[in-house]
């Protein structure tokens, strides 16, 4: 009963007439919008109502959230949806936005059973019980190109997703048997792949942050999916295709991808 009414009052905000001063926050903030496909577009606008409406916005360290901090957001996490038939982040409750990098309390495992436990510099993190936290200045360098191939949103919001099943193992919930089976084997190939890399100091495509676990490793691959995809492809053909099986679309449509198995894709 409750699914059902929560899906009725979803569709009576999909439904609104998006707000012509969000449409022009998204143009600018979002500019990834004018390339995708109008029902991409769409569906886009949609969910960004949902979120806006549905999720709690607060600000931290004196930061005032505003309609665009809460679209821009918006936006950027519900591109991460856009191509799925998904809700829009169901376990989600809250974003906490800070003006900048902040300070959060952590504790590093040490070995031998010793934990070093004190306070860390982060500039986003997303929780289980249903919290995601950003940065609004990287959040900003990132919509101006101050961080190339980086898109703090998506990394977050990636784990959002991949905790969806009550795990955050860099493994989200997928459509079945089978598509597990190849996620699987396609992850951890890739994963060691960026752990020898990252050790043996060689180029790769992926943020070298993503060796740390299989979960980083999933919202790095998210963030170079989104924001560099033609470099993904070409360099991670087979990791391409998991995500954009996964995500349901190609952030480049109009871009040709060779598959692992050397079969050229029109997007």
């Known amino acids: 009963m409750f699914g059902f009414l929560r899906r009725r009052r979803q569709q009576k905000l999909r439904l609104r007439p998006f707000p012509p001063e969000w449409l022009a926050l998204v143009e600018r903030n979002a500019r990834f919008y004018q390339a995708m496909e109008e029902k ?27 309609d665009e901090i809460r679209v821009t957001i918006a ?72 961080t190339p191939g980086h898109n703090l949103i998506a990394h ?3 784990h959002i997703l991949d905790m969806e099943d009550g795990a955050a193992d860099g493994t989200p919930r997928l459509a079945g048997r089978g598509a597990y089976a190849s996620w699987s084997a396609t992850m951890e ?10 050790a043996l100091g060689r180029y790769t495509a992926l943020d070298t942050y993503g060796a740390t676990d299989p979960a980083e490793f999933f ?39 060779v598959t692992a198995d050397g079969d050229r894709v029109d997007g």
């Open 40 to 66: 991409l577009r769409e569906r886009l606008r949609g969910d960004i109502q949902v979120f806006v409406a549905e999720k709690n916005f607060e600000g931290c360290n004196g930061i005032e959230v505003d």
């Open 75 to 146: 936006a950027h996490a519900c591109r991460l949806i856009a191509g799925r038939p998904s809700d829009v982040f169901p376990r989600l409750v809250t974003v906490l936005v800070y003006p900048s990098a902040y300070l959060a309390d952590a504790v590093e495992p040490m070995g031998g059973g010793i934990y070093l436990q004190g306070k860390q510099v982060r500039l986003g993190e997303a929780w289980k019980d249903g919290v995601a936290v950003v940065s609004w200045a990287d959040v900003r360098d990132g919509i101006a190109g101050e």
């Open 156 to 158: 977050e919001f990636a």
């Open 189 to 198: 190939l890739e994963y060691e792949r960026l752990r020898r890399d990252a």
């Open 219 to 257: 919202a790095v691959a998210t963030e170079a999916f989104f924001e560099k995809p033609g470099v993904l492809a070409r360099r991670h053909p087979a990791l391409f295709g998991e995500l954009r099986a996964y995500y349901g679309y190609d952030p480049e449509p109009r871009r040709s991808v």
